[in-house]
């Protein structure tokens, strides 16, 4: 009967809420570790699942290794579950109602410094369709902290290169304006004529030699292989973007200025970036500062 009710569930899902298949995926593994554990504990129906048995579950899954966000993860689709029984009259509780997965670590992203960037950006180009593309792709992330869904959807009306801006589409079919530096106009510029002769296929920016539309992978392995190339270290373009923010705030200690630049929603998203600046302050003061060795120092 459970199962059934998750395939029902499930159905539901896919073909009236329409979610994509790898979510579909997501949620079914999920509510498929609850059902195990149910049939465990000698649960036989949902509406027998109450919130210290689901508790119990998110807690040996903790001691297990799983992340907090993928537990916050599980308690959303069971939620979701819950809140489709609830309606067909299946059930009256939902035993996740109040339930928070353990806090996590909170692990500070990775970013290039300063002179570690412009590493990667000021080496020689070559004149070439591949070599220009690349360097507008590097160019525009750091220049502009988007987001690789944002570079893989751009397409040549989004740009305004005489203005130096570019309008994006975020999260949330949220658009925003962007201001485009120096460096990557001159690379956007250096790369168009390039693109051109490729015969496009549509009017995305970036295109591979067939005229096609860069996807996510292509611009992931690209930019990998750049970080290898140049800096002899694994790259992503989320670092370059968490760079540029990192850099941005540093300069200008602007935190709402950045949550804009980025599309954030909340601004507590942001603020992951003045830890970045502290640490910034930090490594001066203990560089710096001629009493900062005691902090390291044996007193008691």
């Given at each position: 009967?459970?199962?059934r009710?998750?395939?029902a ?66 308690l ?93 589409l ?15 106009r ?22 591979s ?9 292509a ?5 990998k ?76």
């Amino acid at each position: 009967m459970m199962e059934r009710q998750l395939d029902a569930y499930c159905e539901h899902l896919r073909s009236e809420r329409q979610v994509s298949p790898h979510t579909l995926a997501a949620y079914r593994r999920d509510l498929e570790k609850v059902l195990g554990w149910c049939q465990k504990q000698n649960v036989g129906s949902w509406q027998a699942l109450d919130i210290q048995r689901l508790r119990s579950l998110v807690a040996r899954l903790h001691q297990q290794g799983q992340s907090s966000r993928s537990l916050a993860r599980l308690l959303s689709a069971v939620r979701g579950l819950y809140h489709y029984l609830n309606r067909e009259g299946l059930c009256d509780h939902d035993p996740a109602t109040g339930l928070a997965p353990p806090k996590g670590e909170r692990r500070l992203p990775k970013t290039l410094d300063t002179d570690r960037a412009l590493q990667l950006l000021e080496g020689a180009v070559e004149d070439d369709f591949l070599a220009r593309r690349d360097q507008a792709i590097l160019e525009l992330f750091y220049s502009s902290g988007l987001r690789l869904s944002e570079l893989t959807g751009l397409n040549l009306d989004q740009l305004d290169l005489a203005d130096g801006m570019v309008q994006v589409l975020g999260k949330g079919s949220k658009t925003r304006l962007l201001p485009i530096g120096r460096k990557a106009r001159e690379a956007l510029e250096l790369w168009l004529p390039l693109r051109a002769l490729s015969n496009p296929a549509d009017d995305a920016v970036f295109v591979s030699q067939q005229g096609r539309r860069l996807g996510p992978r292509a611009i992931q392995v690209r930019v990998k292989a750049a970080g290898e190339r140049e800096l002899g270290q694994n790259l992503h373009p989320h670092m370059l973007r968490h760079s540029f923010a990192s850099h941005v705030l540093e300069s200008s200690q602007d935190l709402r200025a950045v949550q804009e630049l980025l599309g954030h929603s909340d601004i507590k998203t942001t603020q992951i970036y003045t830890h970045l600046d502290f640490q910034h302050l930090a490594t001066v003061y203990d560089s710096a500062h001629p009493r900062a060795k005691r902090i390291k120092g044996d007193e008691s």
